[in-house]
């Protein structure tokens, strides 16, 4: 028998490498703005029912324990606006990029299929239909998207360009898949980091969105930005009963199960707010020192309401920009690593301790 390999593009950020040899030769040293990897220590009171909870000789469930589902529920009342869930619409994932990757697998679809998602826009959107042969199309607006579209992603606040769907741009959006029979996704994973407004962004699951009516919709949601979790790989999806039930049931056949001892620290995670303010006030601290000096090296800053990236741009093509900055020690990611065609913009983290961000203000103001 041939074999035949999946069709999936080259890793993007390979060809960074390079670039960042370059930043690493910098006398001054390294300041890394690529990788939005959180920096900041995990909060105490997280940690500390982790390491309560580490006598885990027992399978954990891939449903997830009650307490667990019953936090997400009540998270989403509390900070997300949404009333009325129950434990059957929610599930906890092996963190957001797993489900991203394998919705498209795990809802059976195939060859014959399209995955709709946005212009610029997370690869793992793309990769997940290469994964089941499907075809990827990116588009941002519902009136263009195929009539065999069989799921819809969406991603707000987006991840590069820190892009805000509002209410009415959310429910265009579900009307239409709906029109499709399509199952709609949001991503939903930097709401808690709105810089224009104390609250949340908007979810899809709003009931000023889609009513009292879940039927195929989900919001995808992780703790990593918010709480300092990246590691432990902490997320969930809540929404329709039946796509949740769907999805439970073929992930119990995988085994994709969150360990018990990171389903406790969710617990806690979600049930304290404190600390979420708190991380929120840092990146809001450093966002404010980094746009400024970037607006006065040249750049122009697009979108970057939300979320932990600033869309910069000197209108000139990205790699040109990731050169630029490489030479002074600063390593960023090029617009062409998320769709943007032609590629002119850079995604810029805001994930540096504040001495890193000062000094690469510092190294800003010798471009000004």
Sequence with gaps: MVRTPLALPDFPWDALVPYGKIARTHPDGFVDLSVGSP?????????????SATDAHAYPTTTGTVQL??????????????????????????????LVALLPLLLGLGKDDVVVHPSVAYPTYAIGAAMVGATAVASDDPAQWPENTALVWLNSPGNPDGRVADVEQLRAAVERARELGAVIASDECYAE???NGPDPTPSILDPAVIGTDRS????????????????????????????????LAV????GLIVPGPV????????????????QRELYRARRAKLLPALARAGFHID????????????????????????????????????????ARHVRIALTASDETIADAVARLELLS
Aim: aromatic fraction near 8%; charged fraction near 20%.
């Design 39 to 51: 920096v900041d220590p995990t909060p105490h009171i997280i940690r500390e029912t982790l390491a």
């Design 69 to 98: 589902r019953e936090a997400i529920v009540e998270w989403f009342d509390r900070r997300r606006g949404v009333p009325s869930l129950t434990v059957n619409n929610v599930l906890p994932t092996v963190g957001s990029k797993e």
């Design 193 to 195: 980091l709105n810089w």
């Design 216 to 247: 195929s919709v989900l919001a995808v949601y992780s703790l990593s930005k918010q709480s300092n979790l990246a590691g432990y790989r902490a997320a969930f999806v809540a929404g329709c009963s039946a796509l949740i039930s769907e999805l």
């Design 251 to 254: 992930r119990k056949h995988a």
């Design 263 to 278: 389903q406790e620290a969710m617990v806690t995670a979600l049930r304290d707010e404190a600390h979420v303010a708190h």
């Design 303 to 342: 979108d970057s309401l939300a979320g932990l990236y600033l869309w910069a741009t000197k209108n000139e093509d990205s790699w040109q920009t990731v050169g630029d900055l490489a030479h002074s020690g600063i390593l960023v990611v090029p617009g062409s690593f998320y769709g943007e065609e032609p």
